[in-house]
């Protein structure tokens, strides 16, 4: 095996790593396309999966987003939201 394989083969499991890490209101709001103000309003109504941790800080995982942004339709009509 080549070194440059081996670094290659070494790196792919700290990427999955990273994939599994879970991201703060502020990474989940740039992904979805909306304000943390909103994505805090949406872990209050429990309508987004997210995690606690240490009872304050709220963390999603990165499947949980990208399977919410699929189903996520915003209820816009003329430019306003209701």
């Known amino acids: ?3 440059q394989a ?3 083969s070494l790196s792919q ?13 502020k990474v ?4 979805l396309g909306v304000s943390t103000q ?4 949406w872990v209050e109504r429990k309508r987004i999966p997210h995690l606690r941790v240490m ?3 709220v963390r999603f995982l990165r ?3 990208a ?3 699929v189903q996520f339709t915003p209820n816009v009509e003329n430019g306003t939201e209701w």
């Open 6 to 8: 081996a670094q290659l």
């Open 63 to 65: 499947f949980d987003l």
């Open 28 to 31: 989940a709001a740039n992904f």
């Open 67 to 69: 399977t919410f942004r």
């Open 38 to 41: 909103t994505v805090y309003l």
């Open 1 to 3: 095996m080549s070194s």
């Open 55 to 57: 009872a304050r800080n």
């Open 13 to 25: 499991p700290a990427q999955t790593l990273d994939e599994e890490l879970p991201v703060t209101v």
